[in-house]
Every structure is written in structure tokens, then in C-alpha cells.
């Protein structure tokens, strides 16, 4: 079975602080990805990563910064915390998958989540 | 630009009652669509997806998805709900272009009555 790990399930931290969320996979999955979680809001993409250094903005980016500097492993970083960041933090990994490939889109993976409550 | 619009917060429905949970979609291409749901304090998991073929998706648990493209729909459905049915479930789509990105619903809570 594929397994997704993330290094923390509840985080507390204080605004302002530096905070690394740590997300592992298993499965020598390409695809590594970083959501949100918010009630009524669903999953937002915050970045994610095609490969190792390779990196790609999603639809939340800002207050965020990622690092890949190997394949089984997708840091998210609050370079500076705030409030408006506390939230479920979810991490996912999947197969790499183009149209003129072969195959159908897999799946994505997803870790147990991360809860981040910034004071 | 891609997106998926679940329409309700939250479905009710009484245990052995079928149950549906509604999905709509936008893409500029064919849709790849997922259901995925997510137990209390638990991360997400896949159920069925849609890529092509037959319009009737059978997926996890007994669930099963109806893909209509003419209304751009892919609803969620179960012949009997169980309790242990009750849960959140995200509905996503991914299509031909935007390949790597996939774009999540806001999430439906279903909760069954026994």
C-alpha cells in the first residue's frame, strides 16, 4: 500500500514564528502536492512538485514556499506565520501522468493531515 | 480554467434509503473525475474515478458514480446508505491539459440516520 506520512498531526505555533511541515512518501511517486483544508472551502492547492527542485505555484501560494530536494520527501514552509494560516495542511503524492503517455491519470495519495493552530 | 462546484453542504437521508450526493463540472477538455472521502481525523480516500467508457462508475464500498456529460454532472450514489456511510466526500476533476493539477469541490457531509 502506498503510505503518505506527515511528521506532525497537531502543530501550535505563534504568529510570526517559522514553521516546517514535513510530508514523506513511499511509493517513488513524481507528483508530491500541498492542500489546505477549510470548512466550506474545501481543498485548496497551495504548490506542488513534478520532480525533485521542480516546484509549481497552485492556487494559494502566498505566505507559502516549498522544498524538494528529494524524491520521496515535500516540505511546505510558513516563512513567517499568521493567524489566517491555521488550518488542516494535507499532503498528497501521486504518479506522473501526461496526455501522450499511455495509461489514465492515477489517483492522488493523501497523508493523514497536519493541524496547525497559529496563536 | 477547471473547476467543480458540489452544491450541497450537507446531504440527510436515513439508513437503507439510496443516497445521492451531487457534482458538477468545468473543464476546456474531457474530465478526468474522483470522488474521494474522508472519515473523522483521517485523510482523504480515493473511491471511484471516471476516465472513459461507460457512463456507470462502481468504485469502494458499495458506491457508484453516473457520469452525464451533457449536464456536466458526475453524482455520487448508493443503493442503501449505512451509518458508516456518514462522512465528508470531495468530488475532483482534472482534465486533458492541466494534467498534473486537480481541482476539489468544497466537500458534502453526509450524514445517515439510523
Known amino acids: 500500500d502506498v503510505k503518505v506520512t506527515q511528521s506532525s498531526r497537531y502543530l501550535v505555533k505563534r504568529t510570526g514564528e517559522k514553521v516546517f511541515l514535513e510530508c514523506v512518501q513511499d511509493m517513488d511517486h513524481e507528483n508530491m502536492f500541498w492542500y489546505r483544508q477549510d470548512p466550506g472551502l474545501g481543498l485548496r492547492l497551495i504548490y506542488f512538485s513534478y520532480d525533485v527542485k521542480m516546484k509549481e505555484k497552485g492556487d494559494i501560494p502566498e505566505g507559502y514556499s516549498v522544498s524538494r530536494e528529494k524524491k520521496e520527501r515535500f516540505s511546505l514552509i510558513l516563512e513567517s506565520a499568521s493567524t489566517n494560516q491555521t488550518s488542516m495542511y494535507l499532503c498528497?503524492?501521486?504518479?506522473?501522468?501526461?496526455?501522450?503517455?499511455?495509461?489514465?491519470?492515477?489517483?492522488?495519495?493523501f497523508g493523514p493531515g497536519t493541524r496547525l493552530t497559529v496563536l | 480554467a477547471q473547476s467543480v462546484a458540489q452544491p450541497e453542504d450537507q446531504v440527510n437521508v436515513a439508513e437503507g434509503n439510496p443516497l445521492t450526493v451531487k457534482c458538477t463540472y468545468s473543464?476546456?477538455?474531457?474530465?478526468?473525475l474522483f470522488w474521494y472521502v474522508q472519515y473523522p481525523n483521517r485523510g482523504l480516500q480515493f473511491l471511484l474515478k471516471?476516465?472513459?467508457?461507460?457512463?456507470l462508475v462502481k468504485g469502494s464500498y458499495g458506491f457508484e458514480a453516473e457520469f452525464n456529460k451533457s449536464q456536466t454532472s458526475f453524482h455520487l450514489k448508493k443503493p442503501s446508505a449505512l451509518v458508516s456511510d456518514s462522512a465528508l466526500y470531495f468530488c475532483a476533476v482534472r482534465d486533458f491539459w492541466g494534467y498534473q493539477k486537480v481541482t476539489f469541490g468544497t466537500g458534502t457531509k453526509l450524514q445517515v440516520i439510523p
Open positions: 471516471y476516465i472513459t467508457g461507460d457512463n
Open positions: 498528497a503524492s501521486s504518479p506522473i501522468w501526461a496526455p501522450n503517455s499511455g495509461g489514465t491519470p492515477d489517483t492522488q495519495y
Open positions: 473543464v476546456s477538455g474531457n474530465p478526468y
